[in-house]
């Protein structure tokens, strides 16, 4: 396996293929850090690693909170005592994965550290597939409000995000009025700002961050949060070594995250002038129903993940070209990845969620 830099030797009865166990750990090593860099929304999730062997299923239990005591204890008289409530929150384990298929030619004749080129890819397409998955699952939030509307089938065409140009004839009554209405939502139940995030690499330590709530949204949105009143750049913190990953700047102590994962809902909106995008149903600024952008907002113990244990559930499998039934020759072979992922929003109360739609540039 030279062509992963690894040392191990090649044996037939190992689970990654025909890889020995220390090379699969050094491709891993090297994949782990690709994926993570593109997990958004598992970086802000309570994390649960499942020990092998013991099933899939993953339970959580969250705490109720304790009243306030406002009565005053009268003399010689026991109160009422208070309860230790509970929720139990279930999800199952659940796997994913690919291959790529390779051939002995390929292998022998390409220029190229093949093996590499595909791992490297699969890492981010493993990275992909689990922010992708989370996104679908969060954006599943009971709480929400849309853009001038009260459905995501009625999110007004004429109110974006953030207050429309000169050229808008209705009042910008968006503006960040939503933001706000987010914010004061997640306080009033008691949301507690984020002040921590899983750490990009092989283990799963995690690492300060600055507090506030977090905005995660699709890159298209980025001119209409950037266009909010008292919006800051990343580049403007006093720490810029504080910034997440994709991280693109704050308003009212909320920080904006941007991924392509959170795609909208398609031709989900009303009917659209051409200040807005429609963006699957036809070009930009044409008519037609637009896309639908939901803007994720969280707080600290919204969601949570899971994964199985062993190298964070992300394997590497390789099996070379080589003679076996239906392959006489041994011109095929296949570079793969599984991992074993679930999610799930263990506080509804604790995350909202923006809908509207972005501005035609």
């Known amino acids: 396996m030279a062509a992963y830099g690894g040392t191990g030797s090649v044996t037939q009865a190992s689970s990654y293929g025909d890889l020995s166990k220390n090379d699969a750990f050094t491709i891993q090593k090297k994949m782990l850090p690709i994926a993570k860099r593109l997990l958004t929304f598992a970086k802000f999730a309570q994390k649960e690693t499942k020990p092998q062997k013991q099933g899939l299923e993953i339970r959580h239990r969250r705490y109720e909170r304790f009243p306030i005591v406002d009565s005053p204890i009268a003399e010689g008289v026991t109160p009422d005592f208070t309860s230790l409530e509970h929720t139990t929150l279930m999800h199952t384990l659940k796997q994913y994965g690919s291959y790529v298929n390779t051939t002995d030619v390929l292998l022998a004749a390409s220029h190229d550290p093949v093996l590499n080129v595909i791992s490297e890819r699969q890492a981010t397409q493993a990275g992909e597939t ?54 004061r939502v997640l306080e009033r139940n008691d949301a507690v700002k984020l002040r921590k995030k899983l750490r990009a690499a092989v283990g799963i330590a995690t690492e300060p961050i600055r507090e506030s709530f977090i905005g995660i949204c699709h890159p298209d949105l980025r001119q209409d949060i950037e266009a909010i009143t008292g919006f800051v750049p990343v580049e403007k913190y006093s720490e810029t070594g504080d910034a997440i990953e994709g991280e693109i700047g704050s308003v009212r102590g909320v920080r904006f995250i941007t991924t392509t994962q959170a795609v909208p809902f398609a031709d989900a909106g009303a009917s659209a002038s051409s200040l807005f995008m429609v963006t699957t149903s036809g070009t930009s600024g044409s ?7 939901p803007v994720i907002i969280l707080a600290a113990d919204a969601i949570g993940c899971a994964t199985l244990g062993g190298m964070d559930s992300l394997r590497s499998k390789v099996v070379q070209p080589r003679p076996g039934p239906g392959d006489p020759l041994g011109q095929r072979g296949t570079v793969a990845w599984d991992t074993f992922y679930s999610c799930i929003i263990l506080q509804d109360l604790w995350m909202y969620r923006i809908e509207a739609m972005a501005t035609n540039l």
């Open 130 to 183: 689990i922010d992708f998955l989370s996104y679908k699952t969060f954006r599943a939030g009971t709480q929400a409000a849309y853009a001038g509307g009260t459905s995501r089938a009625t999110v007004d065409a004429t109110i974006g995000l953030q207050a429309l140009t000169s050229a808008a004839t209705a009042a910008p009554t968006g503006n960040d009025g939503l933001i706000q209405k987010a914010i």
């Open 287 to 293: 008519s037609g129903n637009c896309d639908v952008y």
